[in-house]
């Protein structure tokens, strides 16, 4: 559900004009450097080098992003490279203070969603003909100007670039891959043929010029950096990639599946290897009984604490590896003492309680910065009163109600990992919950959870499944791809790639000051979002969902997973929705939008069409509840009314959600064989 962030935190001791200080003088929109001379141009980039940035772009440290300058090879590593940025080429907040790049460092590539960051003055993106979001497959062109490749196999990638909306001064291109990056992969990245306003070709930099020639350079700062180059462009040519018109060229590699996952897959194993065949362990409350005239729909609340292997250190920040320098795969610990008590509701329906009704248990997942509180709204409520399904939630650590104070911490993101640290305890708080709701000895042996006969409220036959909205589909993705005890999961309004989501979402507006204030240059958040991106990937779907539909993770089935997407939704973009499709490789509900809805030259490219109902597999519908298009590029839409809630708010959403879950993953049209549109917002 819907929760704004509102204003979290203040900077104490921190004034309008030490920020105003800390910000260079605008630059004009399209100010392009002047050409220095190819001596001149080698000296700086020799520079650039031994500070730990990428010489062949002056623009900027640590751009092009990502990029394998800042790796170094590791024959241990599952990918032959490991991370190794430079405290030095860091951003630095206001207070001087550069990002910590330690934890980065315990990654052996990059994210696989990562945006692809590069900064080259002059560019015009409209002459250029670089492809935006509402036309993906231009970028697929043999002309195309950006250019990214699977350097093993030569398949083209799909992606979108668009040029940083947010700051009008740097102009960063921001592309974004269509389809998310294969793990453990290189990728070759060219930019070609760039045109300024005017229409006229935008040289290549003096440093990537002379880097790019086949001599050597005397400067042994730049020895290494021409090297790779040299196989770079090598490899580009043996992908038709040649160096005709190329402004810019540079590979990358991205995380490996363990690098991902492995932390909370070792977690979870630890866990219920521990559990073994016993019921978790659970403290009830409090139970409540509701009179019709305190709500119609549910009949009996009950609250919890359910116990769980803690493998975060004494603070509750951070997972606890055991050692004061973790390795690039070193797991966390959680010793036999230490517990976490992760609170818990479950709603009972009227109807169960009666003896009318049998019901299926279904794990719910709430939204951005609420709590297990979320099935008490009254969508949820008649959700689960109309269908017949039990809803137990427990907190999304790292992104839920109580976690709004350490928001002050990412006042330095050298902290920024708390965030994904804390999902990863919560999924396994999640995964227990649901263990205990389907244990013989867990809910069916509680009073709480009998009817008026002394009879269970649950369907002896009945499976667990899964239900999440906004941050709890975005969630539910990740936890669903570690999910041994569900394998249906309905994920509405989902999305994946925060560093994709947040400039997109109105709810990330009002905390935009809570980072401005610390890092005000636009272009230092863009590669701050790509960094967060790294540890991210470990408490979000981006780092799991190429393993949720197909290749499951070790001991883990495979899961079958219906989206439900919201045409124009301000808080999560429908194109980080589409992404998430793509790279599951689900088909849409089509007719999916009315003619002329959609401002995309293909409307749902690269995503086939549901072949006919029922249709059993996994999903995508898209609702329309007559929301404006979303605008192109990274800013939020602003509709008058907030489509985000809508799907958890209609019937007929509901009820195909409801079917898929009791039918084990069938989807069945609610649509009339139309587009699926929702009156009145």
């Not at 590593?77 to 940025?85: E, K, M, Q, Y």
């Not at 043929?193 to 002379?210: E, I, L, T, W, Y």
């Not at 309905?490 to 610390?518: C, E, H, K, W, Y």
Request: proline share 9%; hydrophobic share 40%; net charge positive.
């Amino acid at each position: 559900m819907r929760r704004s962030f509102g204003v979290l935190v203040a900077f104490t001791g921190l004034t309008l004009g030490a920020v105003a200080q800390a910000v260079p003088a605008a630059a004009g929109p399209f100010e392009a450097a002047a050409q220095p001379k190819a001596a001149d141009a080698l000296k700086v980039a020799a520079e650039q080098a031994a500070r730990g940035c990428d010489p062949i772009a002056p623009a900027a440290c640590l751009v092009p992003f990502p990029n394998d300058v800042y790796t170094v090879r590791d024959s241990r590593s599952d990918t032959g490279r490991r991370v190794s940025l430079k405290a030095a080429a860091m951003p630095k907040n206001v207070f001087g203070k550069g990002i910590d790049p330690t934890e980065f460092n315990r990654n052996d590539g990059f994210s696989p969603g990562s945006p692809i960051l590069v900064r080259v003055p002059g560019l015009d993106p409209v002459k250029t003909g670089v492809a935006p979001s509402t036309d993906i497959a231009r970028s697929l062109r043999a002309d195309a100007p950006v250019v990214i490749v699977n350097a093993r196999t030569g398949q083209r990638q799909p992606y979108w670039a668009e040029i940083d909306a947010q700051d009008p001064r740097h102009r960063t291109l921001i592309i974004r891959p269509a389809i998310r990056l294969n793990e453990g992969t290189r990728y070759l990245v060219a930019l070609r043929n760039v045109r300024a306003p005017d229409g006229r070709p935008v040289q290549a930099s003096a440093a990537f010029k002379a880097l790019s020639r086949t001599t050597a350079p005397k400067d042994k700062r730049l020895k290494p950096r021409w090297a790779a180059l040299q196989t770079t462009l090598k490899d580009l040519r043996r992908r038709g990639v040649g160096p005709q018109g190329l402004n810019l060229a540079w590979d990358f590699t991205t995380s490996s599946t363990r690098s991902l996952t492995g932390r909370a897959l070792a977690m979870r194993d630890s866990s219920f290897g521990r559990l073994g065949a016993k019921a978790p362990k659970v403290r009830l409350t409090s139970v409540k009984e509701l009179t019709e005239q305190d709500d119609p729909r549910i009949a009996r609340r009950v609250n919890g604490l359910i116990e769980v292997p803690s493998f975060l250190d004494p603070t509750g920040t951070r997972l606890d590896y055991g050692k004061a320098k973790p390795g690039l795969y070193d797991k966390p610990v959680a010793p036999t003492w230490r517990t976490y008590h992760a609170p818990f509701q479950c709603n009972i329906p009227r109807t169960a309680v009666t003896g009318k009704q049998k019901l299926n248990p279904v794990l719910y997942g709430h939204g951005l910065f609420g709590d297990y509180s979320t099935i008490d709204a009254t969508a949820v409520k008649t959700f689960s009163n109309d269908h017949g399904l039990m809803l137990c939630a427990t907190n999304w650590m790292g992104i839920s109600g109580p976690d709004r104070p350490y928001l002050a911490m990412l006042a330095d993101l050298s902290n920024f990992r708390l965030i994904p640290d804390r999902m990863q305890q919560s999924y396994l708080n999640t995964l227990f919950l649901g263990r205990w709701m389907i244990h013989p000895q867990g809910a069916a042996a509680s009073a709480a959870f009998r009817s008026a006969d002394g009879a269970s409220v649950l369907a002896p036959t009945a499976k667990l499944t899964y239900a999440g909205a906004s941050h709890g589909g975005i969630q539910g993705a990740a936890l669903t791809a570690l999910a041994q005890d569900f394998t249906t999961s309905v994920l509405s309004v989902p999305g994946m790639g925060f560093s994709t989501l947040l400039n997109r979402s109105a709810s990330f507006a009002s905390v935009q000051q809570v980072i401005d204030i610390p890092y005000p240059d636009k272009a230092d958040q863009q590669i701050g979002f790509g960094l967060m991106q790294m540890l991210w990937d470990r408490g979000e779907a981006n780092g799991y969902v190429a393993h949720l539909v197909r290749n499951p993770l070790p001991g883990t089935p495979a899961h079958k997973v219906l989206l439900h997407e919201a045409f124009g939704d301000d808080s999560v973009s429908n194109v980080t929705t589409e992404v998430m499709a793509r790279t599951l490789g689900v088909p849409v509900k089509q007719p999916a939008l009315r003619p002329g809805r959609s401002n995309d030259v293909t409307p749902f490219w690269g995503i086939r069409s549901i072949p006919g109902f029922p249709y059993n597999g996994s999903a995508l519908v898209m609702w329309d509840s007559g929301t404006p298009a979303p605008p192109p590029g990274n800013i939020p839409p602003a509709p008058p009314n907030s489509p985000h809630d809508s799907t958890v708010r209609s019937e007929l959403a509901r009820a195909q959600a409801a079917h898929f879950l009791k039918s084990a993953g069938q989807v069945i049209d609610v649509c009339g064989g139309g587009p699926c549109v929702i009156p009145n917002g």
